[in-house]
């Protein structure tokens, strides 16, 4: 049995800070697993390369919901990433924070030390954004961060028609204002992706061994203490001081539960003898449900989709191969627009404008039939069952929802995947908030800097005008967000469901934490990527017993 200092179970947007900083010390040894590959394949490097990612079996873990009654009965695929990186080789490459009120929020819940002054430090100290120079943001740190390359005309007629709607004109959502219409910072430097395997395992130092391809089947406890991993096969790994679970919203609750952590009743119905009785574990599924419209539009020449037939992606790529620029070079997403219907600190909406039609939801309707050339260009930059077309879609992101969901156990085979029920719309209030969101959205699309580009509604939406109509379509049309979270949630001691304390450490269990988005008290206003790496700076304060950084908070000097 191979023993290190610690032990780090999953290598995704967490793990692979967690890793780095922690063996900045160099009297520590540190174990990274992860059973996906390395992420350094040439279409996770390259943003536009996004498509060969997304539901692609060799990086992405493909899970899918259990039918939602509030969808009309159908799945939802949820994409994670399957490699060195985890989930941040196939986001949508948004630098976005949640608001200071979300993290102000956790510190109310008894959480001393996660609100937004304790956290902006480990934001900064995370960042190195290419061109901003303020209390608000880092020019150093690891995960590099510059201004949306594809930002075209569809997207400044956007933003256009959003303040002749009265919308406000921001620069910097992650600065003193949230609510209004900005184009988007991204975790993409010089033409690359910045998965954090990118930004912070450039180069391993030689007391942290990265073992890839390693799929961990539980942690082993000696009584309530947790001494180590093994893996599928039986391969066993002992951490001297802590273990670390770091397997996201799906894969840590789904392997705290295989391992005896979770609710005792259910962890006995699939014959796992309780090591502590957790009952949050699984519980609290909270995830930005997704309303996607469209309009239709014959300016091809400025949709993304024209990048989709097989001789324009193989341009796009050439151009960027030759030396990171071009389309190829830029996230997809340029541009988002945050709407309070009452506190403009607390936006209920995040709203993102894409220069092309596309159907994310993998699980949705059969492949399309199309052109040999769009067919080819499809499998490398636009997955999915239709064809990416010309058009305008706004996906209405609804940030704090009602309606939580559970990630249960199918099964004690660790590679069969958890049951998962983001339970959509099971509160009324979030439908009702969304037709309130699609109103807001359709004032904007008919103002005449976007109008001109769009010759109108299509699918669902084109004949969706009273409330009820409204309704069906978004039970049609809605998805993820692709941001599930807070399923092994920290809290305070008086709250019953919280599995860790303010410390991350898994309550009733020694050296045992998990960090990553499942850790989070709550839901936040915005994409949780750069939340997560900050949560994993502060965690690697916490290890190695390091003072924690100096609160900050330009607003307040």
């Not at 499809?378 to 209405?396: F, S």
Request: net charge neutral; glycine share 12%.
């Amino acid at each position: 049995m191979m023993v290190f200092d610690y032990v780090i179970a999953g290598g995704g947007s967490a793990g692979c800070v967690l890793a780095a900083r922690l063996a900045e010390d160099p009297d520590v040894t540190v174990c990274l697993i992860e059973a996906g590959g390395k992420g350094r394949d040439l279409f996770i490097r390259m943003p536009a390369g996004n498509g060969f990612v997304f539901g692609n079996p060799r990086f992405d873990w493909g899970y899918e919901s259990v039918p939602q009654p509030g969808l009309n009965g159908r799945k939802i695929y949820f994409a994670r990433g399957k490699a060195l990186g985890g989930t941040s080789i196939v986001n949508g490459m948004i630098y976005m924070r949640g608001v200071p009120a979300d993290y102000d929020a956790w510190r109310q819940m008894g959480l001393k030390g996660w609100g937004y002054s304790e956290l902006l430090p480990y934001f900064r100290r995370s960042e190195g954004s290419r061109d901003r120079r303020d209390g608000y943001h880092g020019a150093a740190g690891p995960l590099k961060t510059e201004p949306a390359a594809n930002f075209g005309a569809l997207d400044q007629a956007f933003v256009e028609a959003a303040v002749a709607a009265g919308h406000a004109r921001l620069d910097d959502f992650n600065g003193p204002h949230r609510t209004g219409v900005a184009r988007n910072d991204s975790t993409v430097s010089r033409g690359t992706r910045q998965s954090s395997a990118f930004a912070y395992l450039k180069s391993p130092p030689e007391n942290l061994t990265v073992l890839t391809g390693k799929h961990i089947a539980r942690i082993l406890f000696e009584n309530t203490r947790a001494v180590g991993l093994e893996t599928i096969g039986g391969k066993r790994y002992r951490a001297a001081r802590e273990v670390i679970v770091c397997q996201g919203a799906f894969g840590t609750p789904h392997l705290l539960m295989l391992s005896g952590v979770g609710p005792a009743d259910h962890l006995s119905e699939h014959g796992i003898a309780p090591v502590v009785d957790l009952p949050g574990v699984g519980q609290n599924l909270a995830d930005h449900v997704d309303v996607s419209m469209q309009w239709a539009s014959d300016r091809l020449d400025l949709s993304h989709a024209r990048h989709q037939r097989l001789d324009k992606a193989a341009m796009l790529m050439a151009r960027w191969l030759l030396n990171g620029s071009g389309p190829g070079g830029g996230a997809m997403f340029s541009t988002t627009l945050f709407h309070a219907f009452d506190d403009p600190v607390l936006p209920e909406l995040e709203v993102y404008m894409t220069p092309m039609i596309v159907e994310e939801n993998l699980g949705n309707g059969e492949t399309e039939a199309a052109p040999l050339l769009q067919r080819l260009g499809r499998m490398l930059l636009v997955r999915g069952r239709k064809v990416a077309r010309a058009g305008v879609q706004i996906d209405i992101n609804q940030e704090r929802p009602k309606s939580l969901g559970t990630v249960r156990l199918n099964s004690v085979n660790p590679v069969e995947y958890p049951r998962i029920d983001p339970n959509y719309f099971a509160d009324k209030r979030d439908l009702d908030e969304l037709v309130r969101g699609v109103k807001v959205m359709r004032e904007v699309m008919t103002q005449p800097q976007i109008a001109k580009y769009v010759t109108g509604e299509i699918g669902p939406w084109a004949s969706a005008r009273t409330d009820a109509e409204i309704v069906s379509a978004i039970r049609e049309t809605a998805y993820t967000g692709h941001h599930p979270c807070s399923t092994a949630r920290m809290g305070g001691d008086g709250d019953p469901m919280a599995v860790l304390d303010g410390q991350l450490r898994v309550r009733g269990i020694d050296g045992l934490r998990v960090v990553d988005a499942s850790a989070m008290p709550t839901q936040i206003t915005g994409n949780l990527y750069a939340t997560v790496v900050a949560m994993a700076e502060k965690a690697a304060d916490m290890l190695l017993g390091r003072p924690a950084l100096p609160p900050e908070n330009p607003s307040e000097t």
